[in-house]
């Protein structure tokens, strides 16, 4: 079978490089699968679990913050934000940043403030929200409401 090679680097390291089978992302437009021999590419990226897939069925999974996807059809680059795989997050403190995130947008959607009377920013704490819900997901861990 066909392979693609995928790099994903953060701004502090290569978090992943290897080829593979198939990438599934979520683009600033939405849900992209990427096989072997895609057309040049080039797109935002929403904060998520990517779904990489290996051996012929096995999936991995990493946490992105957002970012950037550059597809050639031989190689796809992402350039994160931020990118864990899933036994680097630490699902507790995920978990927290979920219910944060979780409590600014219920108070703000309530017309209330922020500690020190300053505006919550809405786009800051929907932006938390998913990149919490993302790094869960990596993890296979369910979201606590």
Known sequence: ?????????????????????????????????????HIPLVTGLQPHAMKIHVDGGTEQLFAVAGGFMEVTPEKITVLATAAEEPDEIDIN??????????????????????DGGAAIDEHRAALALKRAVARLQATHTAVKA
């Open 1 to 37: 079978m066909a392979t693609i090679q995928l790099e994903i680097v953060s701004p502090d390291r290569v978090v992943y490089a290897a080829d593979i089978d198939m990438l599934i992302a979520r683009s600033t437009g939405g849900e992209i699968g990427i096989l072997p021999k």
């Open 93 to 114: 403190r995920a978990q927290r940043a979920y219910d944060r995130a979780q409590a600014r947008l219920k108070r703000l959607r309530e017309g209330g403030v922020e």
